[in-house]
């Protein structure tokens, strides 16, 4: 199993619409995840934290699985603003204290 | 407060040249780390920095890359005898305690070698 791994997208989905990712990892030891945002060769923003089973911030859902060591993005009301890749990030899934990126899931909102 | 600042935003070089990269981090951070993003791929880690010390260097490349973080000044990275391979966006971030993982990223250094 690769270290971080995500859905390889892209996402079309419509504006309203709801739309999820999952990311898996390996490092069972994993205390804590993080989705990032990237938009178009700009850099990647902080987005949720994960430490427990799940946090929520308005619109966007992360959850926790820790028995299967996945992690999910879910975004309610998709706006077309919210067109950008989304990565998945351990700390320390490589060892040491640095984050492990998942190549990320590209979504592209639609009118 | 500026945030991490990257300079140059952009850089172009021919093979065999030098590039060095410049990361001030946030005010208050002395914890300074770099990832690579290859085009069409996600994030690599390089190297993290503490002032005056390397404490991991394992994502770096074994030759012509090289990192520093004086006492004074921003973090430098060095990539000698750039090659088209090295072409990517490079990406610094900052923490204050390294211990924490929701780092702020400057808005990288897009590096071209001609």
């Known amino acids: 199993r690769k270290e971080v791994e995500q859905d390889p997208g892209p996402f079309n989905v419509p504006e309203g619409a709801t739309v999820a990712f999952n990311c898996t990892y390996s490092?069972?030891?994993?205390?804590?995840f993080f989705w990032y945002r990237q938009d178009c060769r700009k850099e990647p923003k902080l987005l949720m934290s994960v430490y427990s089973s799940g946090n929520e911030d308005g619109r966007f859902t992360a959850q926790l699985n820790r028995a299967s060591q996945y992690i999910s993005l879910l975004i309610r009301d998709s706006k077309l603003s919210d067109s950008a890749t989304y990565l998945c990030v351990v700390p320390g899934a490589g060892g040491g204290n640095k984050l492990t990126f998942g190549t990320g899931t590209q979504l592209k909102v639609e009118l | 407060n500026a945030g991490v600042m990257q300079n140059p935003r952009h850089l172009v070089r021919r093979r065999g040249q030098e590039a060095r990269l410049r990361c001030s981090p946030m005010?208050?951070?002395?914890?300074v780390y770099w990832y690579r993003q290859l085009p069409e791929e996600g994030l690599k880690f390089m190297v993290y920095?503490?002032?005056?010390?390397?404490?991991?260097e394992s994502g770096m490349p074994k030759e012509r890359f090289s990192a520093e973080f004086p006492k004074e000044g921003p973090s430098i990275l060095r990539i000698q005898q750039v090659v088209r391979g090295d072409s990517a966006a490079y990406f610094c971030?900052?923490?204050?305690?390294?211990?924490?993982?929701?780092?702020?990223f400057g808005s990288g250094t897009r590096l071209t070698v001609v």
């Open positions: 490092n069972s030891a994993s205390q804590s």
């Open positions: 005010k208050g951070h002395s914890h």
């Open positions: 920095l503490q002032k005056e010390n390397i404490i991991d």
């Open positions: 971030a900052s923490s204050p305690t390294g211990q924490d993982y929701g780092y702020t």
